[in-house]
C-alpha cells in the first residue's frame, strides 16, 4: 500500500486549472488587505479580505511592527513558556483584557491554535462539548482533540438555542462546553449570543464565543458579546488578530485562573513558538486605532449593507446577513466558478467557496472601510454588465 497514492488520484485542481477556472491561492503582488490590489500585474477590487477596518496597511500598524523589528528582532525563537516570552505579548495581553472586559489574556500563534488549544485544554473525559453545526473548524478540530481525551462531541441546529437546551437537558449533569463562532465567517450571520448566555447559564454550561469576525466591527469594535448586551456574562472569547487587527495571531480572553490553567496545560501553546514580535506589536496598535475609532460605526458595515441591497436588486441569490460578510448562492460549482472566474477578469476578486466550507456553492464578498463608495460603485458596475452571463440560471425577476 502506498501512502501518496491518494495524493496522484487528486486531480481536482489540474483538471479546474485545464478549464481556466482554478480558483484558489491567487498571488497578489502587493498587499492583499485593502480596497483595491494588483493580481496579474492589474488593479483588481479586493471583496475578500478580512481586513474589516482597513488597518493592514496603516502607517499606526506598520510603524509599530517595524519598531519591533528594530527592537526585538524578527523572532522569539521558543515558546513562551520558556525562553519566547516578551513585555510585548504580556503588555498586549493586558490592553486585550482591558479592552474586552476580561480578567486575563493569553495569546496563541494563530487563531486556529487558539480554538484548538482551548477546546482541547478544557474538555476531556467525562465532559461534553456542543458545537454550533456550521462553528470553525479550528472549533471542530480542538472538539476532535478532547473527544480523542474521552469528551462526547454533540452539534447543535445553526443558531438555535431551543436546540442546546433540549441537548442539555438531555445529560444535565456533565461539565459542558458550548462553542460558537459569533459571526459566521461563510454566512455572515451572527449568533443568538444572549439567547445562547442564558441557556447555558441556565444549564451551568461554559459559553465559548469565537468572534473572529466580530471584534474590531461590532459593539464598539468589541464583538458580539457587548452588540447583544451581555458583556461580562460569556466566560470564553476567543479571537484572531488576522481579521480587523490587521496582524496574525491570536487570543483567549477569561477569567484569570482559566488563563493561568491554560498557560500551562493548552499543548499548541506550551509546544509552539511565541507569537513573533512584529505580528504582536502590529496586533496591539490595530488595537488601539480600533479603541480610539470605537465610538464610530465602521464603514464596512454601510459599505455592506449597500452592496448586498445592489446585488439582490440585480437579481443575485444574496443570502441576507447583517455583517460585513455577504455570501451569493450559485446552484452548483460550475456556475460559480464560472462567475469567480468572470468577475475576476472584470476586476472584482471575491471568494469561491465549495462545501463543506459553505451551504452549497457560493461566492463570499466581504466588505472592509476602504470600500469608499466609489470603489463600491465600479464593483455594482461590473456585477450589472456582467448579470445575464452569471444569472441565467437562476433569474429572478428582478
Ligand atoms: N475562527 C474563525 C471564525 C475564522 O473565520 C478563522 C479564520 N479566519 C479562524 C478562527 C482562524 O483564525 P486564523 O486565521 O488566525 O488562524
Not at 523572532?75 to 490592553?95: M, Y
Not at 495569546?107 to 485544554?121: E, K, R
Not at 469576525?213 to 466566560?235: C, D, K, S
Not at 460585513?324 to 475576476?344: G, T, W
Request: aromatic residues 6%; proline residues 4%.
Amino acid at each position: 500500500m502506498d501512502l501518496l497514492k491518494k495524493c496522484r488520484a487528486f486531480t481536482w485542481a489540474d483538471e479546474t486549472r485545464d478549464v481556466g477556472l482554478y480558483p484558489f491561492y491567487p498571488a497578489f503582488q502587493g498587499p492583499a488587505g485593502g480596497g483595491q490590489v494588483v493580481l496579474d500585474g492589474a488593479e483588481v477590487c479586493m471583496l475578500g479580505s478580512n481586513d474589516y477596518r482597513a488597518l493592514s496597511m496603516s502607517a499606526q500598524v506598520i510603524g509599530a511592527a517595524q519598531d519591533a523589528i528594530a527592537l526585538y528582532g524578527t523572532s522569539v525563537t521558543g515558546s513562551r513558556l520558556l525562553n519566547g516570552n516578551l513585555d510585548l505579548h504580556e503588555n498586549l495581553e493586558a490592553d486585550l483584557a482591558d479592552f474586552f472586559g476580561y480578567e486575563a489574556a493569553l495569546i496563541f500563534s494563530t487563531g486556529y491554535m487558539t480554538n484548538l488549544g482551548v477546546v482541547s485544554a478544557l474538555a476531556g473525559r467525562g465532559d461534553q462539548v456542543f458545537l454550533d453545526e456550521k462553528a470553525h473548524a479550528s472549533l471542530i478540530d480542538g472538539a476532535r482533540l478532547a473527544e480523542a481525551s474521552g469528551a462526547v462531541v454533540r452539534r447543535f441546529a445553526h443558531t438555535d438555542p431551543n436546540d442546546l437546551a433540549r441537548q442539555l437537558a438531555a445529560s444535565p449533569s456533565a461539565a459542558s462546553l458550548v462553542a460558537t463562532d459569533g459571526v459566521f465567517s461563510m454566512e455572515g450571520d451572527l449568533a443568538p449570543v444572549a439567547d445562547l448566555v442564558a441557556v447555558c447559564e441556565d444549564f451551568g454550561a461554559t459559553l465559548l464565543v469565537d468572534d473572529a469576525h466580530g471584534v474590531g466591527v461590532f459593539g464598539r469594535g468589541r464583538g458580539v458579546i457587548e452588540q447583544a448586551g451581555v458583556r461580562g456574562r460569556v466566560p470564553l472569547l476567543t479571537l484572531t488578530f488576522a481579521t480587523a487587527l490587521a496582524s496574525q495571531g491570536g487570543a483567549v480572553l477569561a477569567d484569570a485562573k482559566t488563563i493561568e490553567f491554560l498557560r500551562h496545560t493548552s499543548r499548541p501553546q506550551i509546544f509552539s513558538a511565541g507569537l513573533s514580535p512584529a505580528d504582536t506589536a502590529a496586533a496591539h496598535a490595530a488595537l488601539r486605532e480600533v479603541r480610539r475609532r470605537a465610538e464610530a460605526e465602521p464603514a464596512a458595515l454601510a459599505a455592506a449593507a449597500y452592496l448586498r441591497r445592489a446585488l439582490d436588486a440585480l437579481g443575485y441569490d444574496v443570502v441576507d446577513s447583517a455583517s460585513p460578510v455577504i455570501p451569493v448562492r450559485f446552484p452548483d460549482q460550475l456556475s460559480m466558478l464560472s462567475a469567480h472566474r468572470l468577475l475576476a477578469e472584470h476586476g472584482v476578486h471575491t471568494n469561491a467557496v465549495l462545501p463543506p466550507a459553505g451551504e452549497g456553492h457560493q461566492l463570499r464578498i466581504a466588505c472592509t472601510d476602504a470600500h469608499a463608495p466609489g470603489l463600491l460603485e465600479a464593483a455594482i458596475g461590473v456585477f450589472a454588465s456582467l448579470r445575464q452571463d452569471l444569472l441565467p440560471r437562476y433569474r429572478r425577476a428582478a
